[in-house]
């Protein structure tokens, strides 16, 4: 791994750091975010090449995917969509003005193109044209929540000591020694099953048993269930079917109305994308082999990252500190002391596949029998 | 760091355009709401979305009633009784016009679009 790789994963390493931290502070909202995990990619602009600059944002969006067990559903697609194009365009803005713009610039526009490129393809993977309904709310917050990042990032590149660090390359990065997690390619193979046969699945009351039975699945697989996401999906789900009525009126509330026909869509829908989710979890939990060049920086990434957040498990003081801390630490290589970590669990395969069995002629007899 | 002044003006421009983009987004997803169409039966109100085309069956006491939405537009295609006059009247887009089949007591309306989309001879109608 050459010194500008190490570098790389480095800062991916603590865009993954920052997007856990961001679940910590306490919002108003639940979709109310700052969007802390791009103060490193504004922090960057100046100094990494395109290339490296590219890198770091797959990086970033592969790397949140595999943390949050995304990575194999819609949420991957729209993810990655607003992180490369806001990215992109934040580096092409930077390289033809150069000192002509500041990182609030920056952050203004690139907070505009992500969310423009997320509502797009949210519309075009999961929610439908309507989503676009939530364009001038999602715009308007991501134009303020840009604006205070971007002023963070002008300050913390003037106070902070790493980015400095990071530029003159006196920082030294090691290689963390980590051990490899075991792998299941049967439980990654009885996962993809289990997509394809959520993806055939008829009706709501066999997509319902889908569900429940993918969320055991998950539990299977050690991955933790999150109430929060799905409940989220489902509401918004259904408050968008208000905008595409279809078929007989249940509750007329002024010149809306839920009907019979885009209720049962809004339900299948949000059902479906529930179970997808679980089988996503599941596929990250089989721990799929990484191979060549870019599984060899996508592991480093990651194994900085479980340096970055037990590092800062053991910090102590306010938010800043603790950061500014665990992230020195890390990169001078002082490694936190090994807190005894939760021992991880087998999979019990045998288990996982005859609920994969089960989902899959559950899926298949909807298709054949109804 | 001292920055040139052409940063404050390039940082302002580049606020001024987002928030003129998010005003015409605003303007354009909001005023796009093409309406919906509600169909009144003996048995219930029905709603559909005006944006889809779709072909629509409802049941009169006389029996069924087709109905075409097309191109953001309604109209009766063929209807379960004697005179077939309702399929003969333009189809409807615009709030305050309607189609109606009396015989099988079938009324369609326009909800959800706003006064203002309307045409003069909407009103003359």
Known sequence: ?370 | MKRPPVTLLTDIVILGLAIAAILWISGNTLSSGSGYLQVQTHDGTYRYALATDREIHVQGPLGDTHIIIEDGRAHIHDSACPTKSCTQQRPIFSARSWIACLPNQILLTIVGESEGDMEVDDVTN
Not at chain 1, 71 to 80: P, T
Not at chain 1, 113 to 141: C, D, E, H, K
Not at chain 1, 240 to 260: C, D, R
Request: proline share 4%; with cysteine; hydrophobic share 55%.
């Open chain 1, 1 to 370: 791994m050459s010194r500008t790789e190490r570098k790389i994963a480095f800062v991916a390493a603590v865009t993954l750091l920052l997007s856990t931290l961001e679940y910590l502070i306490p919002k108003p909202l639940p979709f109310l975010r700052l969007g802390l995990a791009n103060l490193p990619l504004l922090l960057i602009l100046d100094t990494f090449s395109l290339k490296a600059y590219s890198i770091v944002l797959l990086l970033k969006a592969i790397g949140q995917g595999m943390v949050s067990g995304t990575l194999f559903s819609y949420l991957f697609f729209i993810s990655l969509a607003g992180t490369v194009s806001s990215g992109l365009a934040m580096k092409a803005l930077k390289t033809t003005l150069g000192r002509k713009v500041s990182l609030i610039g920056c952050s203004i526009a690139g907070a505009f193109v992500s969310n423009l490129a997320q509502l797009q393809v949210a519309s075009l993977v999961a929610y439908g044209p309507s989503i676009w309904i939530a364009a001038p709310l999602m715009l308007t917050l991501g134009l303020v929540s840009s604006l205070v990042l971007g002023l963070l990032a002008e300050l913390y590149l003037q106070k902070g000591t790493l980015p400095k660090a990071l530029v003159e390359e006196t920082l030294e990065l090691s290689i963390p020694l980590t051990e490899e997690a075991k792998h299941y390619p049967a439980v990654a193979f009885a996962s993809l099953l289990c997509i394809i046969a959520i993806i055939t699945a008829e009706g709501l009351l066999v997509l319902a048993l889908v569900t429940a039975l993918m969320y055991f699945l998950q539990i299977i697989s050690g991955r933790r269930l999150r109430l929060l996401p799905p409940l989220m999906l489902l509401l918004s789900l259904i408050l968008l079917s208000l905008f595409e009525p279809n078929g007989k009126v249940l509750l007329s509330l002024g010149s809306a109305a839920f009907t019979e026909g885009s209720l049962i869509l809004a339900l299948g829908k949000a059902l479906r994308l529930m179970s997808l989710l679980a089988a996503s979890q599941c596929l990250v939990a089989s721990n799929p082999k990484l191979k060549g060049k870019g599984g060899a920086i996508l592991l480093l990434t990651l194994s900085y990252f479980g340096l970055l957040s037990t590092s800062f498990r053991s910090t102590k003081g306010s938010l800043t500190e603790r950061v500014d801390q665990t992230l020195l630490r890390v990169a001078r290589a002082e490694t936190a002391p090994n807190i005894p970590g939760k021992q991880k669990r087998g999979i019990n395969t045998g288990l996982f596949i005859a609920g994969t069995v089960l989902v899959s002629v559950i899926a298949l007899s909807s298709k054949f029998f109804l």
